[in-house]
């Protein structure tokens, strides 16, 4: 499936107070039921069937295309940037941030801190969004980015890189260092220096250069897990994922010769998002080599699980509509592009106009 490039662009602005119902009608229905473990249900409907535009106008904006980040908030709220940040409330209610700025879109990742605050990048800079809308810089210099083929030390103090064009944080690990894509180096910040923790020097089969995804994660012990890939052309294999633990050294995740139900080989399945299981695994949302043909996988203590599979061939402009939870396993629409772990859940959303929620704990 080709990926399409979300454009995002990022400046310091105030939360928005404003918060839209995201009912299965447009309100709030009072008949939606939390799913199950193993059980899917619609989270969120912005589709312009009967929906209040101003619930279109707010969700559009993070979850129509394929967002350039999603993370969970210590409240359980979702943050998405889309082509703006929009936050997904427990309550099932949306709100927005609102920017106004430069979409160049080279902006990219967004990370929840423990403090109520997210860290995003713009513009070749780490910010920090405070939950009273200030904004601040951790690391990054104005100027021209770094070309990607030139050497990159080892460390450097934050204040004064020059990070490349493309730039996603997309973690943080539990002493506090945020994690940091740049292109094809791997980052973590933390007390204002730079650590380089990996680079990736591998090619795709016609020759491009692989960076590092904006789907990449962290687990809860601070492993960081990076899915090389040429973006919006060729995306990274299960069997290629890179596990980064806290001490530097490199892994590769367990992968069985087989999963049940799943045709082919393991390795050779595309990776679309990965997110973290609140433990010390992960989920990565795959699929085969026709595009389509979705499914979640739960790896973990050497184990390979699937939570989740969309209907074979359905396509992903196929609406999606789910009065009541449903197995998660036999999904009659397509997977959305992006997820985040919530509390037991799976959050997801991205290429369409609903959120989905799949209990996994």
């Not at 927005?96 to 801190?113: I, N, Y």
């Not at 050497?151 to 103090?157: I, K, Y």
């Not at 049940?260 to 989920?283: E, H, M, Q, Y």
């Amino acid at each position: 499936m080709t990926l399409r490039k979300v454009l995002v662009g990022l400046v310091a602005a105030v939360l928005s107070v404003s918060a839209v119902s995201c009912g299965s009608d447009g309100g709030d229905d009072g008949e939606w039921a939390e799913p199950a473990r193993g059980q899917a249900a619609e989270l969120l409907d912005f589709s312009y069937e009967g929906r209040d535009a101003s619930l279109r106008d707010v969700a559009f904006y993070g979850f129509s295309g394929l967002p350039a980040g999603m993370t969970t908030g210590r409240d359980g709220s979702v943050y998405v940037l889309g082509e703006k940040l929009v936050r997904l409330n427990r309550d099932r209610t949306v709100s927005p941030v609102a920017f106004a700025g430069k979409k160049d879109g080279s902006a990219g990742g967004v990370v929840a801190l423990a403090d109520g605050s997210v860290v995003l990048g713009s513009e070749g800079q780490v910010k920090r969004l405070g939950p009273g809308g200030e904004m601040s810089v951790l690391a990054g210099a104005t100027g021209p980015a770094r070309a990607t083929t030139e050497p990159v030390p080892v460390s450097a103090r934050a204040d004064g890189f020059h990070f490349s064009a493309t730039l996603s944080p997309f973690g943080v690990r539990p002493d506090g260092t945020i994690l940091i894509a740049d292109h094809d180096v791997l980052w973590a910040l933390k007390d204002g220096t730079l650590k380089q923790l990996y680079r990736t020097t591998a090619k795709s089969p016609d020759g491009q250069p692989l960076q590092l995804g904006r789907d990449s994660t962290v687990d809860a012990s601070g492993t960081a897990y990076v899915s090389p890939e040429v973006p919006d052309r060729v995306p990274g294999r299960l069997v290629d994922v890179v596990a980064i633990n806290a001490d530097g050294l490199l892994s590769k995740p367990l992968l069985p010769a087989e999963i049940a139900g799943l045709p082919g080989s393991p390795a050779a399945l595309k990776v679309r998002w990965l997110t973290d299981d609140g433990s010390n695994g992960i989920f990565a949302q795959v699929y085969d080599a026709s595009g389509n043909n979705g499914a979640i996988l739960h790896l973990h203590s050497g184990k390979t699980d699937v939570v989740g599979r969309e209907k074979a061939g359905i396509k992903a402009s196929s609406p999606c509509r789910i009065p009541h939870p449903v197995d998660a396993r036999k999904l009659p629409c397509a997977l959305p592009q992006a997820m985040t772990y919530r509390s037991g859940s799976l959050i997801l959303g991205g290429s369409g106009d609903y959120v989905l929620q799949i209990r996994v704990a």
